[in-house]
């Protein structure tokens, strides 16, 4: 993880930057880099919790079927 307070660069089309600058106006956000932190924290926190859900239902599933075979 990276120290806080430390950024990097990254790149993207500035036609994809224009739309986001409009879609940030009138809201919280001070700045692009701020929305673009905001909205790569929210997509990396919910597919945090898909791979943890997703888990889960694998374990429900092979459970079920060990109780088919008669295993359990």
């Known amino acids: 993880m990276a120290a806080k307070g430390k950024y990097t660069t990254v790149s993207i089309p500035i ?7 409009e879609q940030i106006k009138d809201t919280g956000f001070a700045n692009l880099s701020d929305y673009v932190t905001y909205i790569i924290r929210e997509i990396v926190s919910t597919r945090k919790e898909w791979r943890q ?20």
């Open 53 to 72: 859900a997703s888990a889960e239902e694998d374990k429900e599933r092979v459970k079920e079927k060990l109780k088919a075979l008669g295993y359990l």
């Open 15 to 21: 036609d994809l930057a224009e739309k986001a600058r």
